[in-house]
């Protein structure tokens, strides 16, 4: 049983504490690691996963052992070392590692975020020497092909949907947060403020079909709510959503007709459930974001016919440019038949590709045992 200490550091809120813990209790779980999280927030943890106690400075949950990461921190090197999304080492802890590697095997990773780009090919698996100690560390690049690291997924995860899905799960999961379970269209709601919220409102406003909103906790939902009132859209139903923990999260995927969400964790799950995705990316300075959503689109429009590909690209790129004025809400709608069957034969391309808890196993524990 390998040790395994993974570094992260808040950056992308709930997207990176999301999937720093859901690797961890990957790991643990399927490859029966002993984890440790050190993590710099964990009041951003807390809140997706209750058990954590924000205050603590070591704490075992569920099976992981979580350690706040402050500058006081110093630790022995574990077997395996992942540094998450670029948050580099603390210096002691690089000493510490090339003070192991005199009597044993450490293996050390980068494990960046999940991209459609063409580098997370040409650049995963790749190795580089540290500047001062000469150890290695291996670049791991999650994406959505064989040559990369793959995506996240805990195992048996297909079955646990799919048995959902047979069950009475969706009413029950509707019921309980409020909504009408008989509603035509249920879309749950999640962005970033700085997404054109005032232009999409417009826009599900002017298209006259009913809707039903399960808005996430956030000042984008504060937003949408406070435009939907001034609209009067009488045909738009608004409800909150509560803060849920992680574990529960996929239910409300599963349960609602699409999903509009942001970051990575909450979008790789609602391309698992196998809802119509509307995914809104972080703004970055010249819109440079749209260069990542355009190589995803490349893979995630093959399930779909042109026409709505091109409705669903449009949308995308609308709603991903903070000076929109319009979302093309409607001609997405026209299409949803098609958006449906789009998303469920992209679920079974992801499924079918080994997880990247299996690639990170398997190309760090090869590092220990040659």
């Not at 799950?269 to 809802?275: E, I, K, N, S, W």
Request: hydrophobic letters at 45%; a negative charge.
């Amino acid at each position: 049983m390998y040790n395994c200490d993974m570094f992260c550091r808040v950056i992308d809120n709930f997207g990176d504490a999301g999937i720093a813990w859901r690797l961890a209790r990957s790991l643990a779980t399927e490859k029966h690691w002993r984890v440790r999280l050190i993590i710099d927030d964990a009041a951003t943890l807390a809140a997706m996963v209750p058990q954590v106690d924000a205050t603590a400075s070591h704490q075992n949950v569920k099976g992981i052992d979580i350690a706040r990461w402050d500058d006081d921190f110093e630790s022995e090197a574990a077997d395996i070392v992942i540094e998450l999304f670029s948050c580099f080492l603390p210096a002691q802890y690089e000493e510490a590692i090339a003070r192991a590697l005199q009597t044993r095997r450490v293996a050390v990773a980068a494990l960046d975020y999940l991209t459609a780009e063409a580098y997370a090919e040409t650049s995963n698996g790749l190795a580089s020497p540290h500047p001062r100690y000469g150890y290695h560390k291996t670049f791991l690049f999650p994406g959505f092909t064989e040559k990369t690291c793959g995506v996240i997924y805990e195992a048996g995860l297909n079955e646990k949907f799919e048995a959902f899905a047979a069950g009475c799960g969706r009413r029950r999961v509707l019921s309980e947060l409020g909504c009408e379970c008989d509603h035509p269209m249920t879309l749950y709601f999640f962005t970033y403020p700085q997404m054109p919220v005032a232009a999409f409102a417009r826009d599900i406003a002017a298209d006259p079909r009913p809707l039903q909103i399960l808005a996430a906790p956030g000042k984008a939902s504060d937003m949408l709510a406070d435009e939907l009132n001034r609209l009067k859209a009488p045909h738009i139903r608004f409800v909150r959503a509560p803060m849920v923990p992680q574990e529960h999260f996929d239910e409300i995927l599963l349960s609602v007709d699409a999903a509009l969400v942001r970051g990575e964790d909450s979008t790789m799950r609602a391309q698992l459930a196998g809802v119509p995705l509307i995914w809104t990316l972080y703004p970055q300075k010249d819109d440079i974001q749209l260069d990542k959503l355009a190589a995803f689109a490349k893979l995630y429009a093959k399930t779909l016919a042109p026409n709505a590909a091109q409705a669903w690209l449009n949308l995308e790129n609308k709603l991903n440019l903070s000076t929109s004025s319009t979302t093309d809400w409607s001609a997405w709608r026209d299409h949803f038949a098609q958006m449906q069957n789009g998303a469920k034969l992209w679920r079974k391309t992801l499924f079918s590709h080994s997880s990247l808890t299996e690639r990170i196993a398997q190309t760090l524990e090869k590092q220990l045992e040659c």
